[in-house]
């Protein structure tokens, strides 16, 4: 069974450019979630999706941050007009409702 | 409000020896609990979990302590191997947003030959 698939796992960005991470979610999985982290920190809570909805995107940046969870294909993280505060390994994780997360191994985004 | 730390930042073991990683929690809400491990690259892997209900959970080669008086968790590891080196995360969330985890900073644990 294909774990969670996150893809690029390398990003550079120009400040000012947009960036799009997408997540696979593991097979049968409903529940999408979205983390940053930054170097040395835990991972910080961004949004929660289940397919065509967002549940909770109370840790989400008010500005240039969305995500979305479309019915065909996989979760999009779009972060627009990147700045080098935005540098960080992102990570997404999925499961089937009510049980533990398991996550992707993360796309580490650079903004020059 | 809510806050998961980490006692020690880093833990250098023995190999062979037991480690032991521990957790503090604020949030007297939470009531689920998960270590992750974390090897630099990859995401964090899920180790164990324990919910309030239990006061001990074991796993392979792992046990999850969790003393709920004084909101703390703990994870020890038997017969620490190389292979254990990596970053260990708590986790946790409470059942009434069961979705949104909680991280500490992490404990960085080294195993020495």
């Known amino acids: 069974n294909a774990g969670v698939m996150q893809n690029p796992r390398h990003l550079v960005r120009r400040r000012g450019q947009e960036a799009r991470l997408r997540c696979s979610p593991m097979?049968?999985?409903?529940?999408v979630y979205w983390y940053r982290q930054l170097p040395e920190e835990g991972l910080k809570f961004m949004v929660y999706l289940q397919k065509e909805n967002i549940i909770d995107e109370s840790g989400m940046p008010k500005e240039r941050f969305s995500a979305e969870f479309p019915k065909e294909g996989p979760s999009i993280l779009r972060i627009q007009q990147v700045v080098r505060g935005d540098s960080a390994a992102y990570f997404c994780?999925?499961?089937?409702?009510?049980?533990?997360?398991?996550f992707g191994d993360g796309t580490r985004l650079s903004i020059l | 409000g809510e806050s998961v730390g980490l006692h020690l930042p880093t833990l250098s073991v023995q190999e062979g020896d037991n480690s032991i990683i521990n957790c503090a929690y604020s949030n007297s809400a939470s009531d689920y609990f998960i270590w992750y491990k974390q090897e630099s690259g990859k995401g964090p892997q899920f180790i164990i979990d324990i919910r309030s209900n239990m006061d001990k959970r074991q796993g392979q080669r792992v046990t999850v302590l969790l003393n709920k008086t004084v909101k703390h968790l703990s994870l020890q590891i038997a017969a620490t191997q190389p292979g254990d080196s990596a970053v260990y995360f708590c986790a946790e969330n409470a059942r009434s947003n069961d979705y949104k985890l909680s991280f500490g900073a992490g404990t960085t644990v080294t195993v020495r030959a």
């Open positions: 097979k049968g999985h409903s529940h």
């Open positions: 994780a999925s499961s089937p409702p009510g049980e533990p997360q398991h």
